[in-house]
């Protein structure tokens, strides 16, 4: 994906590389994705795909225990 693209939001609680696979498991699950970016240093995610709204991110991420923040 490059910059731009897709929706981007903040997910503050990541910590390491086991909350992001928990929290790019269940957003790949979303219908229409077809990217997940997903940077643990600055907390920031991109989703790429059709349709995807961040109501599906959300809830998404909070099936992997975190919260998504809109930026």
Known sequence: MTEGQGLRFLVPGMTC???VAAV???LRKI???TAV???LD???VVVGGSEVTFAAVAAAVDEAGYEAIES
Request: aromatic letters at 0%.
């Open 24 to 26: 790019d498991e269940e």
């Open 37 to 39: 970016a997903i940077d």
């Open 42 to 44: 600055s907390k920031v």
């Open 17 to 19: 590389s086991h909350c």
């Open 31 to 33: 219908e229409g994705v």
